[in-house]
């Protein structure tokens, strides 16, 4: 799936949710290094684990991040 993020720094968000677990997250934009280690630790992740993990997080003064995109994007992805 791909999910066109709003209100952060990267762009997109590329995914696959196979057996409901998260696999193949490419975020385009935004912090590489902190992007990528996000994308490492839900690679497997049980999708609503990683929803619940995820969703809500703030960046500074925004109110939303880029993990808590990949949360919408995920809950987009399963119609949660």
């Not at 720094?9 to 280690?37: H, R, T, Y």
């Amino acid at each position: 799936m791909e999910y066109k993020t709003k209100g952060v720094c990267s762009q997109q968000i590329q995914f696959d949710i196979e057996d409901n677990k998260v696999k193949n997250v490419q975020f385009a934009g935004g912090c590489s290094g902190n992007l990528q280690g996000i994308a490492r630790l839900v690679e497997g992740m049980d999708v609503d684990e990683a929803i619940s993990r995820i969703e809500g997080i703030h960046c500074g003064f925004k109110a939303t991040s880029c993990p808590d995109q990949l949360a919408q994007a995920l809950k987009e992805a399963t119609g949660k």
